[in-house]
């Protein structure tokens, strides 16, 4: 019995100690107006407390469009005027515009 007891805690420490080397990163966002869309989403950044101005959003296969009321969209979805928000990881490239890698991009209806 003390066996068994002492093989469920030890498996439930192993558990815990493996899902706390998980890296999870936080997403920070980014809400503008879109100016121009090429190999890039070139946008205004709206109001923000720490980002301001121009930005491209650098997307590729892995990054996620959807509207504001979760329904999927693609990047075709995406025109000059349109306001969206976009999820990244919190890097920005220290370029003029500042570049971000663009996880997720919801457009707003």
Partial sequence: MKKAILTAVLLVAVCLAVAGCAKSTPLYTLTGTVNDIGNHIDFTVIENSYASGIFWAITDSQTVYVFDDGEAAER????????????????????YPGQIYAKKVIIHK
């Fill in 76 to 95: 075709t979805d995406i025109t000059a005027g349109v306001e969206i928000t976009v999820e990244y990881s919190g890097q920005i490239m220290m370029s």
